[in-house]
T-cell receptor, first 111, second 119 residues
Framework: GNSVTQMEGPVTLSEEAFLTINCTYT??????LFWYVQYPGEGLQLLLK?????DKGSNKGFEATYRKETTSFHLEKGSVQVSDSAVYFC??????????FGAGTRLFVKA | DAGITQSPRHKVTETGTPVTLRCHQT?????MYWYRQDPGHGLRLIHY???????DKGEVSDGYSVSRSKTEDFLLTLESATSSQTSVYFC??????????????????FGPGTRLTVL
């Protein structure tokens, strides 16, 4: 069946460090891929998305490229800030009514 | 921000009591969802609705029921709460879930969550 696997956290970085959060997926068909972010005490909000192979989603300095050959959608940011501290969820959608979410990766950024 | 509110935001109840959580949207989106969030599990779909009075089960629907009598409101009911239902519950909405077999975009917009504790 369809599934999403993302790296376990927490990930702890110093401000201005480079961030990578790995996400791989298993899916039939042509899924859309998403990264959602959850700040403390809030619901999830869309960070970026990609709907077909080789697309790059980007937002707020974050990027992720849809790699069909490696079934991956890794999240990257060149220089993290304290305000990026949150939980990040990778997700996939293959149609119908079900979006599948990964378990989430908590990021702590130290000043 | 999408107009989605959830009530109550926090609730503590005892085992065996009924509990109803409310989700209200002002976006007129057709599709609504209830998820629960638990450590190590990400978000798991409880029930969803694809229109007024049209609902269906998600992957963890046992012990939960839903109702949608108006476009803007989606209620989640725990008929007899158990400790295993202690969780954070999120409502989400989407304008279109996309087409099966197609590229589908299904961006979901989430409410702020309800923290439920069952003692």
């Amino acid at each position: 069946g369809n599934s999403v696997t993302q790296m376990e956290g927490p990930v702890t970085l110093s401000e201005e460090a480079f961030l990578t959060i790995n996400c791989t997926y298993t899916a039939t068909g042509y899924p859309s891929l998403f990264w959602y972010v959850q700040y403390p005490g809030e619901g999830l909000q869309l960070l970026l998305k990609a709907t077909k192979a080789d697309d790059k989603g980007s937002n707020k300095g974050f990027e992720a490229t849809y790699r069909k050959e490696t079934t991956s959608f890794h999240l990257e940011k060149g220089s993290v800030q304290v305000s990026d501290s949150a939980v990040y969820f990778c997700a996939l959608f293959t149609g119908g009514f079900k979006t599948i979410f990964g378990a989430g990766t908590r990021l702590f950024v130290k000043a | 921000d999408a107009g989605i509110t959830q009530s109550p935001r926090h609730k503590v109840t005892e085992t065996g009591t009924p509990v109803t959580l409310r989700c209200h949207q002002t976006e007129n989106h057709r599709y609504m969802y209830w998820y629960r969030q638990d450590p190590g599990h990400g978000l798991r779909l409880i029930h969803y609705s694809y229109g007024v009075k049209d609902t269906d089960k998600g992957e963890v629907s046992d012990g939960y029921s839903v109702s949608r009598s108006k476009t803007e409101d989606f209620l989640l009911t725990l008929e007899s709460a158990t400790s295993s239902q202690t969780s954070v519950y999120f409502c989400a909405i989407s304008e279109t879930p996309g087409l099966a077999g197609g590229p589908g975009t299904d961006t979901q917009y989430f409410g702020p969550g309800t923290r439920l504790t069952v003692l």
